[in-house]
């Protein structure tokens, strides 16, 4: 019999959307040269790690996305902390980045948005989630507040 720990579930298309709105706004963001973008995405990314259901990546997915049937859920038993945690670290880098970019220290800024654009599209592409693995290790060590095991 199946357990909850099994049963826990998250939307992996949900997901992709979100990596692929977060490369298209920092490309967007690099080439207008525009920190409010990378701003914006930090943002959504911190509401998204929140997981408050006013969180922008969250309803474009399901008011537009979704219900414009461009995309169906692809419902898959994973954990949804180290997605989360993913996304609080992509706000981190892009919340210093939109600070340094303000504060016009454009190569740290851009070298930080640099680096959520990489984990980003490894994440998109190859299924290769950074965060999530170093979610992972943390809980390994026996981190405080890492509490969730990889579901074998």
Known sequence: MATNETLRKVDQNGMKVGQAVTILLLIAAF????WVLVAFVAVAQLLG??????????????NVVKAAGWVKP?????????HRFAMLV?????GVAAVALLA??????????GIV?????LNFW??????????YQLNRLGIKGFTRSPIA
Not at 49 to 62: H, I, K, N
Not at 105 to 112: M, Y
């Open 49 to 62: 790690a929140l997981d408050v259901p006013f969180a922008p990546y969250r309803l474009f997915y399901q």
């Open 90 to 94: 992509g706000a981190l880098f892009n």
């Open 104 to 113: 016009e220290v454009t190569v740290v800024g851009w070298v930080l948005v």
């Open 74 to 82: 692809n419902i898959i038993t994973d954990n949804p902390e180290p």
């Open 126 to 135: 190859l299924n290769f989630c950074a965060g999530c693995w170093m979610y």
């Open 117 to 121: 654009l990489v984990l980003a599209n």
């Open 31 to 34: 080439v207008l040269n525009s």
